[in-house]
C-alpha cells in the first residue's frame, strides 16, 4: 500500500521550453501532495503544497509563475517547469498523504530533468 | 527556527558490524519525527515514524527509538544492501517536512 508514481523518470529538454511532470497516488487518496527538489549531495528542498482542488502553496523563494502546480483530483499532481534553463535541471521529487489521521508521506521515485 | 542535524556524515561499515545513526532535533512541539531510507537516483522510502519520547519501532534489522531531544537509528547486523542513505525528518506547521542532511551508510561484505 501507499505507492506513489512519477512520470516521466527522466527527461531531457532544450532551454526555455516547458516541461510537465506528473505524479500520482496509485493505491489512496492524497488530500495532499508536496513537490520537492534535490540537488547532488544534498537533502529535499520542500517547494510546494497542494491539496486537491486548491492553489498551490509555494515556499519562500519559490516562483510561482516558473514552477506551475495542479492538483486536478485526489490522485494525481502535476508540476510544470515553464521556460525551463539549466539552473533548473534537478532530480524532483513529489510526495503523497492520505490525511486520515496520519502525516505520513510517501514519496515518488523522482524525475531527473536535464535542461540544455 | 526548526532545526534537524544527523551524525555522521558518512558510515562504512563490515557486514555484520551493528551501529547507530543519530538525529538531533530542535522543534516547538514535535508532531512527529520520521526515518526514510534513499537509495541513489530514487525517491525517499518511507521507514518509521515516532510520536513520542520512550516510542520505539523495529523493522528488521533497523530500529528507531526517540527521545525529547534525538533519534537514533539502530541497524543490527547489517548486510551490503542496507547501504543507503538515511534520512531524517520532523513536521514543521501544519505539514511541511524539514530533513536533515542524511548519512551516507556503506556495508562492505
Known amino acids: 500500500g501507499a505507492v506513489v508514481s512519477q512520470h516521466p523518470s527522466w527527461v531531457i529538454c532544450k532551454s526555455g521550453t516547458s516541461v510537465k511532470i506528473e505524479c500520482r497516488s496509485l493505491d489512496f487518496q492524497a488530500t495532499t501532495m508536496f513537490w520537492y527538489r534535490q540537488f547532488p549531495k544534498q537533502s529535499l528542498m520542500l517547494m510546494a503544497t497542494?491539496?486537491?482542488?486548491?492553489?498551490?502553496?509555494?515556499e519562500q523563494g519559490v516562483e510561482k509563475d516558473k514552477f506551475l502546480i495542479n492538483h486536478a483530483s485526489l490522485t494525481l499532481s502535476t508540476l510544470t517547469v515553464t521556460s525551463a534553463h539549466p539552473e533548473d535541471s534537478s532530480f524532483y521529487i513529489c510526495s503523497a498523504t492520505s490525511g486520515r489521521g496520519t502525516d505520513t508521506q510517501y514519496f515518488g521515485p523522482g524525475t531527473r530533468l536535464t535542461v540544455l | 527556527e526548526d532545526q534537524v542535524t544527523q551524525s555522521p556524515e558518512a558510515l562504512r561499515l563490515q557486514e555484520g558490524e551493528s551501529s547507530s545513526l543519530n538525529c538531533s532535533y530542535t522543534v516547538s512541539g514535535l508532531r512527529g519525527l520520521f526515518w526514510y531510507r534513499q537509495d541513489p537516483g530514487k525517491g525517499p522510502e518511507f521507514l518509521f515514524t515516532l510520536y513520542s519520547a520512550g516510542e520505539e519501532k523495529e523493522k528488521e534489522r533497523l530500529k528507531a527509538t526517540l527521545t525529547k531531544k534525538e533519534s537514533f537509528l539502530h541497524i543490527t547486523a547489517p548486510k551490503p544492501e542496507d547501504s543507503a542513505t538515511y534520512l531524517c525528518a520532523v513536521i514543521q506547521g501544519a505539514q511541511k517536512l524539514v530533513f536533515g542532511q542524511g548519512t551516507r551508510l556503506t556495508i562492505n561484505p
Open positions: 497542494s491539496n486537491e482542488g486548491s492553489k498551490a502553496t509555494y
